[in-house]
Nanobody, 125 residues
Framework: EVQLVGSGGGLVQAGGSLRVSCAASGFTVADFAIGWFRQAPGREREGLLCIGSDFNSAYYTNSVKGRFTISRDNAKNSVYLQMNNLEPEDSAVYYC??????????????????WGQGTQVTVSS
């Protein structure tokens, strides 16, 4: 069974940090680009950043540049999102996803076949 399991979310004060993880099973994460997305109540899902199988990363949005970074550990079949200097506006459910990119970097895709179940991040002011 193919699964992406997100973990590590929680409650943090503004200015704090969190690392959320995405562990894959049933497929090899090294063969895919992995992206992180988020969705806040009443808002559309937003793409944040991604990492390709070549370990190069790309940002979908400028709102997290300089604060969020993505990394992967192929030996653990996992990908991580490090979030620093969190703001209340970062509160959302965070999802990881695996896909085959259509661009040389990981930013383009036509179809995302695998999604994690989401992990809640809440930033208090």
């Amino acid at each position: 069974e193919v699964q992406l399991v997100g973990s590590g979310g929680g409650l943090v004060q503004a200015g704090g940090s969190l690392r959320v993880s995405c562990a894959a099973s049933g497929f090899t994460v090294a063969d895919f680009a992995i992206g992180w997305f988020r969705q806040a109540p009443g808002r559309e899902r937003e793409g944040l950043l991604c990492i390709g199988s070549d370990f190069n990363s790309a940002y979908y949005t400028n709102s997290v540049k300089g604060r969020f970074t993505i990394s992967r550990d192929n030996a653990k079949n996992s990908v991580y999102l490090q979030m620093n200097n969190l703001e209340p506006e970062d509160s959302a459910v965070y999802y990881c996803a695996a896909f085959q990119p259509t661009t040389e970097d990981c930013s383009g895709s036509n179809y995302i076949p695998y999604w994690g179940q989401g992990t809640q991040v809440t930033v208090s002011s």
